[in-house]
């Protein structure tokens, strides 16, 4: 019987490997996805003060076309003042050219803001540009190592899948039955140990005299409350074959 149990904990052993192993293939592209979000915002970041540049850019410039216009107004004013012979025509254009002065460095200010503003914009666009430059640096080798990585996980995965026909092969058919219907049952972990009279599943105390028929292991036996299958943790036979069987990748 003790070979039947043996049995079942590799079979155990190789199925917990396997379940780690497609739980760290499972993180690679949330990792990877998780280095793309980053790339993203620091896209988005750039774009957002590229547009606002070209927007400054543009307002400047309708402010010089501005500044333009009034130029040629206060030139034309300036003509009519010169042809002006009553007193309250000249000083009705004295106003229209003092309107226009205000007017001009009203508009002349607001360039020397948008001016100001897009020297911030574009210091702000070269340490973003950087920034994006040193993360795409680094998704770049950061996604080769996850690849690479991946690509060793399938190999091992491989390999113990393998492993694990071998070990089937080795099991009985109805045992195997029994141990599949249980994993898929119990999250993935079909036996548990027993030490100190205690599951080390779900860690409750097993009565005596089930204990007492458990070491002399004549036949297979279930947890009276998980139902795994169970076997006394403690015997020598067991120890020295046995690894991690009892855990479980989800537990």
Known sequence: MKDK?????????CDNKIARIENLKKECPLQIQKLEDELNVCRAALQ????????LKKERRKSEQVIHELEGKKEKSQVKLS?????????????ELEDLDKEKTKVED??????EEMEKCEKKCFENKKELEKLQKEFDLDKKMIGQKLEDL??????????RQGLT?????????????????????AIASVIGGVCQRCHINIPPQRFYELIRCNELM????????????????????????????DA
């Open 5 to 13: 149990i043996i049995g079942l904990i590799q079979l155990q052993e």
């Open 48 to 55: 957002a003060d590229s547009d606002r540049l070209e927007n």
């Open 83 to 95: 042809n002006i012979k009553s007193n309250r025509e000249y000083t009705a254009a004295l106003k």
């Open 110 to 115: 607001g360039v020397i803001v948008f001016m």
């Open 154 to 163: 399938n190999k091992e995965s491989a390999m113990l899948e393998k492993e």
């Open 169 to 189: 092969s080795g099991v009985q058919k109805d045992l195997l039955s029994r141990y599949d219907f249980l994993r898929s049952r119990k999250g993935g972990v």
């Open 222 to 249: 279930e947890c009276p409350n998980c139902h795994r299958v169970m076997y006394w943790g403690e015997d020598e036979f067991f120890t020295k074959s046995s690894g991690d069987a009892g855990s479980s990748v």
